[in-house]
Nanobody, 115 residues
Framework: QVRLVESGGGLVQPGGSLRLSCVVS????????MGWYRQAPGKRRELVAD???????NYAGSVKDRFTVSRDYAKNTVFLQMNSLKPEDTAVYYC?????????WGQGTQVTVSS
């Protein structure tokens, strides 16, 4: 079994920063990919950014140059550094872990960008 535990969401003003963390535990094998998705009210869940175990990253166009995804391989943790946040970044952010083409999800953490 695989378990994902997220932390770091909250309320931030436009232009501010937040850092999300997600610890993945359980039966972890390579290759795998860790990343973040988000879902705003009334919208579909969408990929924000991900990083595979070779360190290759992938970003949604709307967050490129503002968000950075990274991993601590020793601690099986994935991070999402979010800078220059905009109100349209408001959503529930979900940690995602993929191995053997199977998706595992965290419980989600709310990020609200508002003045």
């Amino acid at each position: 079994q695989v378990r994902l535990v997220e932390s770091g969401g909250g309320l931030v003003q436009p232009g501010g920063s937040l850092r999300l963390s997600c610890v993945v535990s359980g039966s972890i094998f390579s290759p795998n990919t860790m990343g973040w998705y988000r879902q705003a009210p009334g919208k579909r869940r969408e990929l924000v950014a991900d990083i595979n175990n070779a360190g290759t990253t992938n970003y949604a166009g709307s967050v490129k140059d503002r968000f950075t995804v990274s991993r601590d391989y020793a601690k099986n943790t994935v991070f999402l550094q979010m800078n220059s946040l905009k109100p349209e970044d408001t959503a529930v952010y979900y940690c995602n872990f993929v191995q053997f083409n199977w998706n595992h999800w965290g419980q989600g953490t709310q990020v609200t960008v508002s003045s």
